[in-house]
């Protein structure tokens, strides 16, 4: 629109904008504009802006229903959105005149964007990869859904206190949310408990439900904007409701007490975010937050496909179920019901449909994360889910013995019910007609690995996506002084076509560009700079080399081989204070599972060091250690567009692909990685000799958890660097005031008291590896002109990372969507 609206057009829609944000604060809070609060102001800017999003939304849903093609719906129990306003106005093809607009009416546009909670429906990786999905498939035309849950409470809030981290609620729907629609109309039950019951009426069964709890299903929808094309997508997120506002008059005790349990049915499903990442905790209010928010979402989808078309056994032209890990493996048997039950298939028809609409997305090979149900759960709360289940599981059973006759380790390894639980992946696999893992490497050791038999039985399901990220939030929303150089140099093309960007690799020698570029980072360390004085009380200073951690914390994560070698580092300036060292910001961020007890402590250990270091004066400021405190989407744009160095240290072979490298990446940091998940890809991409690689191989590290043989106190007997830093963890170096409080992670790398382990996660092994290439770093920073070549040529190397790429691929192997074109 930009492009053609004439001078008069933009200048009647910026008229008509201020109008109506004006008027907002008017109807809403019976005020003018000016004399309304920062918050009240963003509310007024939002529904100004949904006013324009509603038209498209509308007409998109039109083109839609017209073109009547096949449509994704993203089955994910997280969608890490962070803030939607920024994104929704650089998304829309009137950003100009919306920017313009609120300059006009005095407005500062960051100070307003500020106000926005982040909406934190996921952990970490998984819900925002989900949340880079659902922008790239608006901006490519795609027919999609999100579907999700409604938490009231998110991700919590993250307090350091004391150094130690305390959870705070996250209430985010506390004020109103001006960029959602609730849609009483698409409202459905969803049914807990109770008995099957079965009628045999005209020579065939009907499967019903007896004695059951259930609660009412009420969607709300939020707008995905394309980028410039006019199209708008739907993340679709459950809330729960009663299903009776009851008389207590009218009930006998029995009744009552009923209705009361279904009362607090309804109010504890959508409660809370479970806050575990890559791991798993077997609790019933999770089963029962799966079940509701699937069943509600396939209700939703068959009975719009039932609009148009009146065969339910072609159900799979126009639907697909993608599953994002084995959350909502639920999919498979509450299909199965619905098409059998509701729908009265037989069992061979509702099979074949279901088989055809669903796939599975793998993202970790941590044993600890899969998901397993007891029976007596499983059949408790979904007696007919779980009747479907056995059925799936003994029909299987038949199949792996006809293959593999007598081979009963393939029907231990593979079968979905076994040993008293319900397996998940078994159960998305068998089903699903595509399993892929997200990146090369993941994929790899799911073939060769974890998911072997199932990879010799069905190879033909397996296939990789490379994970990606939205360049259009983490690069021309997060950093926009960037954004604007790459586009003076090359054009606007790499917003929707990333690969463009290595039109920026003729600059890389180019002494002016590179000052150019590497004044720009400068920028982006200030403004971080300014964020941790604020937040922290931290000085540090925006000259030194900003090394970034930031990631969910756990223990394969590694922030403690991080940590350790501050510690190392620190002993080294003491040591030797004439050595010459380049002054080094280490700056961590990082949530842990609440009930995580190791990761909490390494959160404080991290504080420790930072209070002691930060406070020693005599190093003269060489060291710097900073926690960001409540890590998450809308610090994070702050936090790479700011990085040199990143961090991406995970053990080899567990990180499944990481996508916070990506995006420092995108921003110009040089990683600092071990040959992991999607490290592996970005130095396929940038050349080994722009980043820092370093550390055993996913190889090296299989090899040691099949056959044994590692022994880490070998490593502390022999290597004095190391048994200092540890050391150093149970005198009381870092912890005066009780020498024994990190005992445990002494412990953890040394004793097989905490894990029945002894240094699980290689972090001894790797320690010196790590170090050296930490030298590396340094010297290379050292080299101005050489860093900036390797800064740019990150940039210019990062166009395969996009998701818009994923997406790309996810629909020409699983989805086959077609492009459907929105005209206003
Ligand atoms: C399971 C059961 C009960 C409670 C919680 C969970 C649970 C919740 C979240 C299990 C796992 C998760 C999240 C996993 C996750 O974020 N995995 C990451 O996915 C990214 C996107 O593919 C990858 O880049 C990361 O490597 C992977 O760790």
Redesign the pocket.
Known sequence: MTKTMDRIQKEEFKEEFKKRVKDQAKMLYRKTLDEVSDRHKFVCVAYAVKDIVIDQWIATQKAYDEADGRTVYYLS??FLMGRALGNMIINLSSRDEIKESIEELGLDLNVIEDQEPDAALG?????R?AACFLDSLATLNYPAYGCGIRYKYGMFQQKIENGYQKEIPEDWLRHINPLEIKREEYACEVRFGGTVKIDHRDGRDYYGQEGYQAVMAVPYDMPIVGYGNNVVNTLRIWDAEPIVHFNLEEFDKGSYMAAVEQENLAKTITEVL?P????????EL?LKQQYFFVSASLQTAIKKYLKKHDDIKKLHEKVVFQMN?T?PTLTVAELMRLLMDVYYLEWDEAWEVTTKCVAYTN??IMAE?L?KWPIELFSRLLPRCYQIVEEINRRFCLEIEEKYPGNYDKIAKMAIIYDGQVKMANLAICAGYSVNG?AKLHTEILEKQELKDFYEMMPQKFNNKT?GITQRRFLLHGNPLLAEWVTNKVGDDWITDLPKIKGIEVYVDDKKAQAEFMNIKYQNKVRLAKYIKEHNGVDVDPRSIFDVQVK?LHEYKRQLLNILHVMYLYNQVKEHPDMEFTPRTFIFGAKAAAGYKIAKLTIKLINSVADVINNDESINGKIKVVFIENYRVSNAEIIFAAADVSEQISTASK?????GNMKFMLNGALTLGTMD??NVEIVEEVGKENAFIFGMSSDEVIGYENNGGYDPMQIFNSDMDIRKVLMQLINGFYSPDDPERFRPIYNSLLTKEETGCADRYFILKDFQSYAEAQRRVEAAYKDEAGWAKSAMLNVANVGKFTSDRTIEEYVRDIWHLEKVKVEL
Do not use: C, F, I, P
């Open positions: 129990m997280e952990n970490g990786g998984l819900g990869l479970y575990n990442d890559n791991h798993y905790a077997g609790k999770r890990d959350h993202h970790t994360a998901e997200v994970n969910r990180e499944a692909s990481g996508t998940g999607a």
